[in-house]
């Protein structure tokens, strides 16, 4: 299949590390989640929401971020701080290696 009117600015393959965690916070909200670890993104991580399917590439940074993970992933103030504190865990620094 020829794509002549296609302008590519990427098209790469990577092994990746993927981590699947399931757990209930104290506030009894369950998550589900795929948590993959890749080259690319400086160092953050991509992290799906395995019961909305919501994807978003997560670093320590956008943790600090107000409001983020509720925009993100549609949660109330009270599930994004419980989800917080369990990435707090996972996110680490972002790593500039360009």
Do not use: H
């Amino acid at each position: 299949m020829l794509l002549p009117d296609y302008d590519f600015m990427a098209d790469m393959t990577e092994q990746t590390t993927t981590r699947f965690v399931t757990f209930i916070t104290p506030n009894l909200k369950r998550f589900d989640l795929a948590i993959m670890t890749t080259n690319r993104f400086y160092g953050k991580k991509l992290i799906t929401d395995l019961q909305s399917g919501r994807t978003a590439i997560v670093g320590q940074d956008d943790l600090e971020q107000e409001g983020y993970l509720e925009y993100t992933y549609k949660l109330t103030e009270e599930e994004a701080t419980d989800l917080s504190q369990f990435l707090e865990l996972v996110v680490g620094a972002v790593n500039f290696t360009d």
